[in-house]
């Protein structure tokens, strides 16, 4: 049977804290007692906190700042208003985030379906993150994306009915980490399926060929077999 070292070391530092706590406790009383006890619940609720799923550093956007000190508004443009036989339907156009923030308070739990197209991350300088570019050379590059991507769908999450779907384009860069931050976020029994697109018919010499090259091969290889024990 395995040891859990991991575990182990987490162990190790409950009961190192544990130990400080009770010096602590049986020390002189002074102003700093309680923070320090505090401080030391802190640093136990961490240690005792999730270990399994998807571990990404958070970053805060631009945005964050803006909308922790002042709640967006909807400004309507008259001169975009198109008459649809009295059937309402409107487009935000602003920073998502703060949309996002908006149709919370107003459709709550009343969404069926959302679809969204999120940038890739394919560090071609696509991705726009606290105001400037995110690309290849980013030690952070996939943490900011993870980090960008959690939000929202914690939003989306809470705007969606009870028989609500959502579906997200993506490719290969971040899909893995995109499942598992969905799996976390909405339930990974709630998952139903990925559908691949094939984007192009033409064989390209690259790594994104791979599959298509593969297959191929085992065509020629299962029709060769076939001939031989035809012949």
Not at 58 to 65: P, R, Y
Not at 99 to 120: C, N, S, V
Not at 166 to 182: N, P, W
Request: charged share 30%; glycine share 4%; hydrophobic share 35%.
């Amino acid at each position: 049977m395995s040891t859990n070292l991991s575990k182990q070391k987490r162990d190790d530092l409950l009961s190192k804290i544990s130990a400080i706590r009770a010096y602590i406790a049986a020390a002189p009383q002074d102003e700093n007692t309680g923070s320090l006890l505090t401080y030391l619940s802190d640093l136990e609720r961490d240690v005792n906190g999730k270990k399994y799923g998807l571990v990404f550093e958070e970053h805060q956007e631009a945005i964050d700042a803006v909308l922790a000190e002042n709640t967006p508004v909807l400004t309507e443009e008259p001169g975009l208003l198109i008459d649809n036989g009295g059937e309402m339907n409107f487009l935000l156009e602003g920073d998502n985030l703060a949309a996002l923030r908006l149709l919370e308070k107003t459709h709550r739990g009343r969404i069926d379906l959302i679809y969204i197209d999120p940038p890739y991350n394919t560090g071609n300088k696509d991705f726009v993150y606290d105001d400037c570019f995110v690309d290849a050379q980013d030690t952070f590059r996939h943490s900011k994306w993870l980090s960008f991507m959690s939000k929202r769908l914690e939003l989306a999450k809470n705007l969606l009915s009870d028989r609500g779907v959502i579906f997200i384009s993506i490719d290969d860069r971040e899909q893995a980490g995109l499942k598992l931050l969905c799996d976390s976020i909405f339930d990974e029994n709630c998952f139903v399926a990925d559908v691949s697109w094939q984007r192009t018919y033409s064989t390209r010499n690259d790594s994104r060929a791979i599959l298509k090259i593969n297959n191929s091969q085992r065509n020629r290889t299962s029709q060769r077999n076939r001939q031989q024990k035809h012949s």
